[in-house]
């Protein structure tokens, strides 16, 4: 039988020779992890059912990410908890703050995860090493228990949905549009359940940093995996960061998807994703004029150094508008070193950005800029949510790193190509 | 597992606010949760509801919050299993991982009327509709996810197989 890449991936993690849509199984992960968030609450469960050791301590990541450095003695208390936990575990894979960065960026970057590879974390955005041709998926805090202790999890095989971006993408457009504008396709729930297969000439060209922050925001539309097969760029990729070997798995052809849906994406314009969900995308030149108080260029959609560097190269030589505060926050210590080495660093601070350490911080509204009651921001993070930056009142505008670096200067939403 | 026991029948789109109400979340006791469990939607359903019974309901039960006491609201009131057209996905891992058999079967529900006494065959994934003498397929849940269940959820089952 023709299968898919998610269903190959699955079925080699549970020993069977394939698997359909709608199967219950029990499969075997190569690697799972939580954060400052989510690890506690599965330590305590682990510890609740007198578990004594962990399946791997090679395979068990955890990562205080969201809102460390620790913000406040809570947070302080969870991150103690993390780290006395991978003490007596042994865990070599525990990352102290100044040492990792935002999760889904640090883990990709590290090697830790692979094409092939079976990965759960309990995170909803897990579903970024996709871009590597894994299946990878956000689980709860009982489940992390589980696959912190067995090594294995159960799974439902989900369907696939197959998206096809064709065409050249014009000036200022990256993978971060394409995945806004599906899901303004499809809405919050289009890909409910499903895992979402990217494909076509346009994927091919992108580079590995836009792969990610479309796999990314899969589970903005509701998705349980995004996932793109290896290619050449992906290998490359792989090779750069890690020597361990990897599996490379695609689709058959004729394998079965749910439903297929192509772009032209020569015609998708920048998006912005207005207030209060990822599915309200339209074309820039429709948000055009409205004014902010904030930028926010960082998280795990968009902290890479591709988009570093796109930022830095808009605000080059330029100020912020004396109204706007810019907060930036490159996804790991290494881009944040990378950027200083760059001369990048500078440019943003010379504009008068803050420009500091990776965290999640102002993503899900935890701390390093909060927004105020009435106030407005663009963004470059997955989720415009009621109240996700701050106050209920604030509001969130969804864009790339050009578009946000570029309202940043101009103190109002504009296209990257008007900005003099 | 034979699971017995009347219907409860509900619609569509029965979310985890009308299973238990955020209101009651500031507890995690099974028994007070499991008081409040459709309270919105019928007051008098954890008085009525005698053990063993099953609801039946229609797509996409479950959905809304990854609240965990959901199922766990359900299962202590007395419930021994739901059958719905289709599960939302959350509700439908935290229900396995609680303890709370589960079956997606179209036919099922729409077949099953209010009241009609129903046998489930969690082995087979056999409906029976002893009321009008018909019966259902299932997908039978696999021999590790009965496990889990007849242990009651995922972290008693990681405690037996972490001994193994
Ligand atoms: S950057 Fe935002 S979306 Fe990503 S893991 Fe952190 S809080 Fe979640």
Not at chain 1, 341 to 354: D, L, M, Y
Not at chain 2, 13 to 34: G, Q
Request: proline share 5%; net charge positive; charged share 20%.
């Amino acid at each position: 039988m023709s299968q898919t890449i998610s269903e190959k991936i699955l079925a080699a993690h549970s020993g069977n020779k394939e698997v359909s849509p709608g199967q219950l199984i029990e499969a075997k992960i190569d690697l799972c992890f939580g954060n400052d968030i989510t690890a506690p609450i599965a330590i305590e469960n682990f510890r609740k059912a007198g578990l004594s050791k962990v399946f791997d301590r090679e395979r068990v990541l955890l990562i205080p990410d969201h809102f460390t450095p620790n913000k406040d003695i809570k947070t302080a208390t969870q991150t103690k908890m993390m780290r006395e936990f991978a003490q007596e575990q042994g865990l070599s894979n525990y990352f102290e703050v100044g040492r990792c960065g935002i999760e889904h960026v640090f883990i990709h970057e590290q090697g830790l995860a692979l094409p092939g590879m079976l990965i759960v974390g309990a995170d909803s955005h897990t579903c970024t090493y996709g871009a590597l041709g894994s299946f990878s998926t956000g689980v709860g805090s009982t489940d992390l228990a589980a696959a912190m202790a067995l090594g294995r999890l159960w799974f439902k095989v989900p369907e696939s949905m197959l998206f096809t971006y064709n065409g050249k993408l014009q000036a200022f457009v990256s993978g971060k549009d394409l995945i806004l504008c599906t899901i303004g396709e499809i809405g919050v729930d289009g890909a409910l359940y499903k895992a979402m297969e990217f494909q076509g000439s346009t994927i091919k060209g992108l580079s590995m940093d836009s792969r990610f922050s479309m796999c990314n925001m899969a589970i903005e539309a509701g998705g349980k995996a995004g996932i793109i097969a290896p290619d050449a760029k992906t290998l490359a990729y792989v090779k750069s960061v890690s020597k361990n070997p990897c599996k490379v798995y695609k689709s058959d052809k004729g394998a079965q998807y749910s439903e297929k849906i192509d772009f032209d994406a020569s015609r998708i314009e920048p998006q912005v994703a207005f207030p209060s969900l990822p599915e309200n995308s339209k074309p820039v030149s429709e948000a055009s004029g409205i004014e902010i108080n904030q930028a926010v260029i960082g998280s795990c959609t968009n902290g890479r150094m591709e988009d570093m560097r796109i930022a830095a190269k808009i605000m080059k030589g330029k100020k912020l508008n004396p109204s706007v505060r810019c907060v930036i926050l490159p996804g790991t210590q290494k881009i944040y070193l990378d950027c200083i080495k760059e001369g990048i660093a500078e440019i943003f601070v010379r504009a008068g950005c803050s420009f500091s350490t990776p965290t999640c911080g102002p993503c899900l509204g935890g701390h390093m800029g909060i927004l105020a009651e009435g106030e407005k921001a663009i963004s470059t993070t997955n989720r415009n949510f009621v109240g996700r930056m701050g106050h209920p009142k604030s509001e969130v505008y969804l864009s790339n790193p050009a578009v946000a670096a570029a309202s940043a200067i101009a103190g109002k939403i504009v296209h990257p190509k008007e900005l003099k | 597992m034979q699971l017995k026991g009347k219907a409860w029948k509900f619609n569509d789109n029965i979310d985890t606010d009308v299973i238990i109400p955020a209101r009651y979340l500031n507890t995690s006791d099974p028994k007070e949760l499991a008081s409040h469990c459709m309270e919105d939607i019928d007051k008098e359903f954890t008085k009525k509801v005698s053990h063993g019974d099953i609801i039946v309901a229609g797509k996409n039960f479950g959905c809304g919050s990854s609240r965990e006491h959901a199922p766990i609201a359900i299962k202590n009131a007395g419930i021994s299993c739901v059958i719905a057209e289709s599960f939302a996905r959350i509700f439908y891992r935290n229900s396995i991982n609680m303890g709370l058999p589960i079956f997606e079967c179209p036919g099922a529900a729409q077949k099953i009327s209010q009241g009609n006494e129903i046998e489930v065959n969690a082995e087979t994934g056999e409906i029976k509709n002893l009321s009008r003498n018909e019966s259902y397929r299932a997908a039978p849940m696999p021999p590790f996810i009965q496990r889990i269940i007849s242990l009651g959820g995922l972290m008693e089952y990681v405690k037996q197989e972490s001994k193994k």
